[in-house]
């Protein structure tokens, strides 16, 4: 959102410095305002990846444009989440693997990008740093040409087919390896960093925990 503000104002600056007459330059800026708007709104929101818990599927400092109709409309698809849509709207559900921004449930206010990784329904678990999704240890392959000192880089392909990179630190010894069983509610989705060990994400009760269909933003399509 602070992204959108800060290409807007530079759009209207822009404007200012070169028109020739200022009612024409409010005129153009009204319009253009409403054009971005409805844009960020309906179709795609640009976000900057702050930290690195999605290493090494995005990167500090990353920006991507995130599809705001992907999964339908809900209350977090409006600027500031205002409270005009109840639930969700034309909605579509996501897929697992997707890379997905949310609302943190802690506060339904911030902004966070992780991989959808338990539908309604699953069951999810980490063990000695290994996943599991129904009972089932998720299949995984070294990734050699991404190897390093302290941590090893995975080609993990979830149920679905789908796969992607994942990044561990060597040993499993964080409580991040070894979790309780996470039977994801209905209507609520189960999220993971791909950089496993670096991560506040769904196996964090207390802060971000299930996401609720709600607060799905949009899915992350360009870097």
Avoid at 1 to 26: F, G, H, N, P
Avoid at 71 to 91: A, E, Q, T
Avoid at 155 to 173: M, Q, V
């Amino acid at each position: 959102m602070q992204l959108s503000i800060i290409l807007l104002l530079l759009l209207v600056l822009y404007i200012i410095l070169t028109s020739e007459s200022k009612r024409e330059a409010v005129k153009v800026i009204v319009y253009a305002g409403a054009i971005a708007l409805f844009i960020r709104t309906f179709f795609f929101q640009p976000f900057t990846i702050p930290s690195g818990s999605m290493i090494p599927t995005l990167l500090i400092g990353d920006f991507i444009f995130v599809s705001q109709y992907k999964y339908g409309y809900s209350k977090h698809s409006l600027p500031f989440s205002l409270p005009v849509i109840n639930g969700r709207i034309f909605w579509k559900y996501p897929k697992r693997g997707d890379v997905v921004v949310f609302k943190t449930p802690n506060d339904n206010k911030t902004d966070y990008v992780k991989t959808l990784i338990g539908l309604p329904g699953d069951k999810i678990q980490v063990k000695d740093g290994r996943l599991y999704i129904n009972n089932t240890i998720v299949k995984r392959n070294n990734n050699f040409e991404y190897n390093f000192l302290s941590e090893l880089d995975y080609i993990e392909t979830l149920p679905n087919g789908k796969k992607h990179i994942i990044r561990e630190l060597k040993g499993d010894n964080s409580s991040s390896d070894n979790t309780i069983i996470y039977t994801v509610p209905e209507n609520n989705f189960f999220l993971m960093g791909d950089n496993r060990d670096n991560s506040i994400d769904s196996r964090v009760l207390n802060y971000v925990g299930f996401v609720p269909f709600e607060n799905l933003v949009g899915k992350a399509e360009i870097i």
